[in-house]
């Protein structure tokens, strides 16, 4: 036994080896494109590594549209991308039958799939959509397969969507509703350039040429790396302080004087989320274990979307990034 768990730890560590230089591989590749946004693309390269999806917060002209074409690019994945808008339906995203009638006259139906049949789905500003609409996303994001007519289809491996919205105008837009905000493994907020990425912005974009991505994975490769983050081990403390922050941020007992600031709170879900994005996190920066500074710099990105303030909380002032930030001081 001592022997087996010995051999398997090698492999671990190999494979983990392997992985985190196909990994920084690709993170050098996407900065070759993509400049002054490191943060955001961490944390993307993060969710896709744990096999979820991220839902991106920031105002236009900061090359999120950019950031999803790279990464289909540098991870070898097919990507598409779909603009949504108030008069999309849910047919135009997961496909439609049609009547094919043959030369003897014989008629059937014929699938066929919409653009959410990619490996990599950009959602462009989801919140335009009804909730019709967005809501056929949701059977596609956690179940990795639509029902169309009755008849399933499963989606391609891997199935990643990274969706966008605007925070600033939001006249005419439908908020996703919290089932929903809770299939994102993410929220990641992307900001502006500070001065000196904009300058090289400014340089590499408006030459002659353009940097173009090039491949640095296959899908084969980022499979089994979403399937090594799941076996990489957690230590009891890490464990533990995954489940004071998320059992902390509802409303009980458990939340202390914070409690009455918040009105609803993570599930059980982002306990599972944190988990394998604090692994995630280790595997990039090519370590075999996730610390607990990992799950205090994801802990804003995978709560704030999962929960919501009291009407006193936000009357004094207070916001869930304050509020995080209180429950993160108390663990470390």
């Known amino acids: 036994m001592a022997d087996s768990a010995e051999k398997l730890e090698d ?6 080896e392997q992985v985190a230089g196909q990994i920084r ?3 050098e590749a996407i ?5 002054g946004q490191d943060r955001v693309v961490e944390n993307t390269l993060v969710t896709i590594l744990s096999g979820g999806h991220a839902l991106l917060i920031g105002v236009p002209g900061l090359a999120k549209t950019k950031l999803v074409e790279t990464l289909g690019v540098t991870l070898g994945l097919d990507a598409k991308r779909i ?3 108030p008069d999309l339906m849910p047919s135009d995203i997961l496909g439609s039958e ?23 789905l950009m959602a462009d500003e989801i919140n335009r959509a009804s909730p019709r609409t967005q809501s056929a996303l949701l059977q596609a ?6 029902t169309v007519a009755g008849a399933r289809h499963d989606l391609p491996k891997p199935f990643h969507v990274l969706a966008t919205q605007n925070p600033l105008e939001q006249e005419g837009t439908y908020p996703l509703p919290e089932a929903q905000l809770d299939r994102f493994l993410m929220e990641i907020d992307v900001d502006y350039p500070d001065r000196d990425a904009e300058r090289r912005i400014l340089f590499e974009t408006t030459g002659a040429e353009e940097t173009q991505a090039r491949a640095a994975m296959t899908p084969d490769a980022l499979i089994a790396a979403q399937r090594l983050v799941r076996r990489l081990p957690v230590g009891d403390s890490v464990v533990e302080a995954i489940l004071s922050l998320v059992r902390s941020a509802r409303p009980g007992p458990d939340s202390g004087p914070t409690g009455k600031l918040i009105a609803w709170g993570p599930g059980p879900r982002a306990s599972q989320a944190l988990m394998l994005a604090v692994r995630a996190r280790a595997l990039l920066d090519g370590r075999l274990a996730p ?6 710099d994801l802990a804003e990105p995978v709560l704030k979307h999962r929960m919501a303030l009291t009407f006193a909380a936000r009357a004094e002032g207070q916001t869930i990034t304050d509020v995080i930030g209180q429950l993160k001081a108390r663990i470390g």
């Open 11 to 16: 492999v671990i560590v190999r494979s983990a």
């Open 25 to 27: 591989a690709a993170k």
């Open 31 to 35: 900065a070759t494109v993509i400049f």
């Open 83 to 85: 603009q949504f808008t």
């Open 98 to 120: 049609v009547l094919d009638e043959s030369t003897s006259g014989r008629r059937s139906f014929r699938f066929i799939a919409g653009p959410v049949f990619a490996q990599l």
């Open 141 to 146: 994001m956690q179940e990795q397969h639509v």
């Open 291 to 296: 610390s607990i500074d990992d799950v205090l």
